[in-house]
């Protein structure tokens, strides 16, 4: 079955970096557009960045925009988030998914059709 895994999640401090990875077994992400996702205690789960199938695209939230960049590696079927600049507001866990298609425009978790199951990003002042 399908499998991603998280890894690179800490606790740091507020303007400090984190590069997350999310490696996928089971099944290749080369024909799949990829997700990161986030939940703060007590919130909403709330999308963060997208990227199409091949690399071409990629979409972020308005909150992560020019601090956070997603990137894949189709050969090795892991993707990436590097985060810089972190903020408080920034903990959650951080969670990837795999979306239906080619591409996942809306960032709406029903285009995703399967979940890591997180880690842990803690920010603090």
């Known amino acids: 079955q399908v499998q991603l895994e998280e890894s690179g999640g800490g606790s740091v401090q507020a303007g400090d970096s984190l590069k997350l990875s999310c490696a996928a077994s089971?099944?290749?992400?080369?024909?799949?557009?990829m997700g990161w996702f986030r939940q703060a205690p007590g919130k909403e789960r709330e999308f963060v960045a997208t990227?199409?199938?091949?690399?071409?695209?990629?979409t972020y939230a308005d909150s992560v925009k020019g601090r956070f960049t997603m990137s894949r590696d189709n050969a090795q079927n892991t993707v990436y988030l590097q985060m810089n600049s972190l903020k408080p507001e920034d903990t959650a866990v951080y969670s990837c998914?795999?979306?239906?298609?080619?591409?996942?425009?809306?960032?709406?978790?029903?285009?995703?059709?399967?979940w890591g199951r997180g880690t842990q990003v803690t920010v603090s002042s």
């Open positions: 089971g099944r290749t992400i080369r024909d799949r557009a």
């Open positions: 990227i199409r199938w091949n690399g071409g695209s990629t």
């Open positions: 998914a795999m979306a239906r298609g080619l591409i996942a425009p809306a960032g709406q978790g029903s285009e995703y059709s399967y």
